[in-house]
């Protein structure tokens, strides 16, 4: 089973990166961009086929590794095969 996780910051979060991002776009001509938010993607494989199990170990990993709760939301994806 595959896994995709997404890590964004929690609103009111300073963000530089996609502060600098978003000014970079605006002077590369793309005026229309406004405010930029980046985060992570992360893609994992798992060896496990009940989804509710993976759901509960993939929680575990985000608490404890992946997002850094304090400051960052994440969200869980599962997808067969």
């Not at 595959?2 to 605006?26: C, E, F, M, W, Y």
């Not at 009940?50 to 759901?55: E, L, N, R, T, V």
């Amino acid at each position: 089973m595959k896994a995709r996780v997404h890590v964004t910051l929690k609103n009111g979060v300073l963000d530089p990166q996609g502060k600098a991002i978003g000014h970079s776009l605006n002077r590369l001509g793309f005026p229309e961009v406004g405010d930029v938010r980046q985060g992570k993607f992360i893609e994992l494989e798992l060896a496990e086929t009940d989804k509710a199990k993976a759901k509960t170990r993939l929680d575990e990993m985000c608490r404890k590794l992946l997002a850094n709760t304090v400051i960052e939301n994440y969200s869980i994806e599962l997808v067969d095969g």
